[in-house]
């Protein structure tokens, strides 16, 4: 597979890169590294003809510890991986990053490219001539999910490693363009929809992710895929908890990644876990709670139900891990 003709702009200041892309409209499209996008042109996923590249800017890229944490939308992600700032409950974004596709692809892609990773799904991630022959769907300009016919959305799922992390931080995004800018919870960037994931408006730029101070929190990412590299999450599940003194849980996040086409907060878990110790009846109440609220559909790796169940053993195996870390405190 080729790569379609385009042109390709190379703005140094990221208001030089909103007027651009203000400029050529729905033609137009960013790149930082590309390890998403190119392949979508080449299956000719995407139609932009204009490129607009992100890496010449300067401001987009750097991690910087302010209290909480500061990290540039275009900054590596193998940077992510190693920074000496990302200890204690930020190693869970570090975790998460040490686990995003291989080293050539970590040196290449960036933390705003992986937050806003687009939906994956085995009937769309396909090449054109594949996609022709069996009949387009919603996400490709159809009228039907090839996945489930009699609904009314797309069903692919988000893969993003670094999204249900930031949901569990509690962080936040901003958001550049022409227009001016704008800040969002990071759960607030994703809408579970297939067809439009993101909530990012024509023209915007994600330029930064922002990470509260921790006080007192301990949070982990878990995995689930085939292989020990290379793939994308068949469960991902981030959790974070703050403890008293005593042991007992006064805040608790849990997020799932790639049972939804969204990074999915599952706040009845949560509610479960808070004024009790992580103990194992907790633990289990909360897992199955979250395994409640997943449901996994038939377009990826494995089957739905044994993806369920691993939601359910994957969320009790962070809050065990959490419970252990608090106890070694």
């Known amino acids: 597979m080729r790569l379609p003709a385009f042109t390709y702009l190379r703005p140094r200041e990221l208001g030089e890169a909103c007027a651009m892309l203000a400029e050529h409209g729905a033609e137009a499209a960013v790149v930082a590294g590309g390890t998403d996008l190119f392949p979508k042109l080449k299956r000719r996923q995407v139609a932009s003809s204009v490129l607009v590249g992100l890496q010449g800017i300067g401001e987009l890229r750097g991690i910087h510890a302010n209290g909480g944490l500061s990290i540039g939308a275009g900054?590596?992600?193998?940077?992510?991986?190693?920074h000496p700032a990302l200890g204690g409950p930020y190693a869970a974004l570090a975790r998460a990053a040490a686990m995003i596709a291989s080293p050539q692809i970590r040196n290449a892609g960036t933390v705003g490219g992986n937050l806003c990773l687009d939906v994956r799904c085995d009937y769309y991630d396909r090449p054109a001539g594949w996609r022709e022959a069996l009949g387009y769907c919603l996400k490709a300009g159809a009228d039907v999910c090839r996945l489930a016919s009699g609904g009314y959305r797309c069903w692919a799922i988000s893969t993003s490693d670094l999204a249900p992390v930031a949901l569990a931080l509690e962080g936040t995004v901003r958001l550049v363009s022409a227009a001016g800018e704008r800040r969002l919870p990071a759960c607030d960037l994703y809408r579970n929809d297939g067809t439009a994931h993101l909530t990012v408006a024509p023209g915007e730029v994600l330029a930064e992710l922002n990470v509260p101070?921790?006080?007192?929190?301990?949070?982990?990412?878990?995995?689930?895929?085939?292989?020990?590299?290379?793939?994308?999450?068949?469960?991902?599940?981030?959790?974070?908890v703050r403890l008293d003194e005593g042991g007992i849980c006064t805040d608790a996040r849990i997020a799932l990644g790639a049972v939804a086409s969204m990074p999915l907060r599952v706040e009845a878990a949560e509610r479960?876990?808070?004024?009790?110790?992580?103990?194992?009846?907790?633990?289990?109440?909360?897992?199955?709670?979250?395994?409640a609220v997943a449901k996994p559909m038939n377009n990826t790796d494995l089957t739905p139900g044994y993806r369920k169940r691993m939601v359910r053993v994957y969320v009790a195996r962070a809050l065990s891990e959490l419970a252990a870390c608090g106890a070694e405190g």
């Open 213 to 240: 101070p921790a006080d007192g929190l301990r949070a982990t990412y878990l995995k689930l895929r085939r292989r020990g590299s290379i793939d994308f999450p068949l469960v991902g599940v981030a959790a974070a």
């Open 75 to 82: 900054t590596r992600i193998s940077e992510v991986v190693s």
């Open 272 to 291: 479960l876990l808070v004024g009790r110790a992580l103990d194992r009846d907790a633990i289990t109440e909360a897992a199955e709670a979250a395994a």
